[in-house]
């Protein structure tokens, strides 16, 4: 088995300060525990030999009172063992879980793009999980063998180095049998592990799109899918459950060899008069004693090679070196500039390329060559027909992605020059996706003051509700349907806002966005859900609202960006016509054809 990921695992346990506390306290408790054990065949021995071949009930029953003394007390300390081992595992699946959140959030757009969201999913709950629960077992059962070996074999050496040489003929064919398992049964249950992957994709995708199934009558379809992927399942953990039908039997088999040898040979120098009989019940005692710790090994054996392969799957998430970090000792954008920010964005011969798995930037650029300039204060308008560069345009203002050649600059900055915070508080998108929390109105737009209100509702960072969400949900035109409800601004929220149409989402993103009054406002085709008239009015009242604000407005609807400052038309990736309405109209062929496509002849005025 590939260990590294596992020592990984241990030397993080080992550097934490709670778990190495709780590591070394369970496996002192597991000492102890051990040693009772080892004490409990003596006290047989003594019965046999003085007790009841001596003929001296006294003797019998003060042995009897000793066993029961050790039995409580190895009970106890095994109880302290798993108590603490518990903590050590708990204290591990709470690291993970956070290291593993705050590195998902520390990534770039081009690293989750890579990840895919529903494969973090599994690593953060499944993996983390999995590595919890061996954790766990481990810290209860991987050294209780080893020590109960090496105390009953010191202990038979002690007596009789015959019935230490009974053990070490007994123990190599346990090991051999542990290995020749771990050897060719521990991988089968990492193709378990795969197989369940491949299930549970196949599940989020059906749960996520279980509309469209419906919609497009793939029911039948889906249903035959997700049984191939199941028969995976059943197939692979059926040939692991084989491999482990073996293993017990096995040490079973061997033990009961072992139990023979020992009734052999000790049986043999009892006969002759060189050993007490209660010597072989010791080493039959030893044996049997020893059993126990190693089927559990062999049971947390296939348990470690699958929570080798989580923890690897969960340590390529947490070595990613995000694609985009701030430089070390950034400064603020406000800082760099030398005054206020304005909000004048140029982009400087600028050309991009998505990265493929390995990170290396593809070689056919989706951006070339972007010269543009945005004064503060204006209206961007950039139209383009679906895969043109819209989106990916705009999205390097906040440096959500790093340019791959020339530079974006927020006065006169390089955004690459100054801390992502800093960015993020001047630079505000509203993205194509709406995205809701469960929570209520005010705390979803009161995210945008700041900090998030929570699911309790609570407004943030000293947001007034009355001048600041209630001011930009009427300007994002969400008022009328959130005051309409039973608790207005305090109204429920569901999951990914479930209880609100695509339309009514999108209004509340917009609206979140107003509430931060930034300086620079991307909206994404965030209005391609309201009709005409409604998304007039929106641009209407952001004009106002945002008056000394830069906004970028992405579109394919010619009717949203008629009344724009600059309107950039893209195709290809590349720049082809940008002006005025009027001047485009007299200048662009490519403007004049998408106007008349979605509205008509150009008017004889134009």
Do not use: C
């Not at 496996?27 to 040693?35: F, I, K």
């Not at 106890?76 to 956070?98: I, K, P, Q, Y």
């Not at 033990?255 to 010791?282: H, K, M, R, Y």
């Not at 054996?301 to 995000?322: K, M, N, W, Y």
């Amino acid at each position: 088995m590939k260990s590294i990921n596992l020592r990984r695992l241990v030397a993080a346990i080992w550097r934490d300060p709670d778990g190495r506390r709780w590591l070394i306290l369970s496996q002192a408790a597991l000492a102890v525990m051990v040693v009772f054990d080892l004490l409990i065949p003596q006290a047989i021995r003594r019965i046999v030999n003085d007790g009841i071949l001596g003929g001296d009930l006294d003797v019998v029953i003060r042995g009897a009172a000793v066993m029961a003394i050790f039995a409580v007390a190895s009970m106890l300390f095994a109880t302290l063992n798993a108590w603490f081992a518990a903590r050590v595992g708990e204290t591990v699946g709470h690291r993970l879980r956070m290291s593993f959140y705050r590195r998902v959030a520390d990534l770039s757009w081009g690293d989750v793009d890579r990840l895919e969201t529903s494969d973090l999913l599994v690593r953060l709950t499944t993996d983390v999980n999995q590595v919890r629960v061996v954790t766990t077992n481990s810290v209860t059962t991987l050294l209780r063998a080893p020590l109960m070996i090496v105390g009953a074999f010191a202990i038979l050496l002690a007596i009789d180095v015959r019935l230490a040489l009974v053990m070490l003929v007994f123990l190599p064919v346990v090991i051999v049998v542990l290995a020749g398992y771990q050897r060719f049964g521990a991988p089968l249950y990492k193709a378990v592990l795969g197989r369940f992957d491949g299930l549970n994709q196949v599940l989020q995708e059906n749960m996520a799109g279980v509309r469209v199934v419906k919609a497009f009558v793939r029911s039948d379809y889906e249903n035959a899918r997700f049984d191939g992927e199941n028969l995976a399942l059943q197939a692979a953990a059926t040939s692991a459950q084989r491999a482990a039908s073996f293993l017990n039997p096995a040490l079973l088999l061997v033990v009961n060899l072992g139990l023979a040898a020992a009734l052999w040979v000790g049986g043999g120098l009892v006969i002759d008069g060189a050993l007490e009989l209660g010597s072989v019940f010791v080493l039959l005692n030893y044996l049997v004693a020893v059993m126990i710790p190693l089927i559990l090994l062999s049971v947390l054996l296939p348990q470690l090679a699958s929570a080798d392969s989580s923890v690897g799957r969960i340590t390529e998430v947490l070595d990613a070196v995000p694609e985009v970090e701030d430089r070390p000792g950034a400064p603020s954008l406000a800082a760099a500039a030398g005054a206020p920010v304005r909000g004048r964005v140029v982009f400087e011969d600028v050309t991009f390329a998505y990265r493929d798995p390995d990170g290396v930037p593809n070689p056919t650029p989706v951006l070339h060559n972007i010269d543009l300039v945005a004064e503060a204060g204006q209206v961007v308008a950039i139209l383009g027909s679906t895969g043109s560069g819209k989106s990916t345009l705009v999205n390097l203002i906040p440096r959500f992605y790093d340019v791959t050649g020339g530079r974006v600059t927020v006065d006169g900055v390089d955004v690459r020059e100054v801390s992502r915070a800093s960015l993020l508080e001047t630079v505000t998108p509203v993205l194509q996706q709406p995205s809701l929390f469960s929570g209520t109105v005010e705390s979803n737009l009161s995210l945008g003051a700041g900090g998030g209100g929570g699911v309790d509702g609570a407004a943030v960072d000293g947001a007034d509700v009355e001048l600041d969400v209630v001011t930009a949900a009427r300007a994002a035109a969400a008022a009328d349907f959130v005051e309409d409800r039973g608790a207005g601004y305090l109204s429920e929220v569901k999951r990914r806002g479930a209880n609100f149409s695509g339309g009514q989402r999108q209004r509340l993103s917009i609206a979140r966005a107003l509430v931060r009054r930034p300086k620079v406002l991307i909206l994404d085709d965030t209005t391609s859900a309201l009709d005409v008239a409604t998304e007039a009015r929106v641009q209407d009242a952001i004009r106002e609202l945002m008056a000394d604000s830069t906004v970028f407005l992405v579109a394919q609807r010619i009717s949203a960006v008629l009344t724009a400052d600059l309107i950039v038309v893209l195709e290809q990736g590349r720049i082809v016509a940008k002006g005025s309405h009027s001047e485009l109209l007299r200048t662009s062929e490519q403007y004049r054809s998408i106007y008349e496509s979605q509205l008509g002849p150009v008017p004889a005025d134009a």
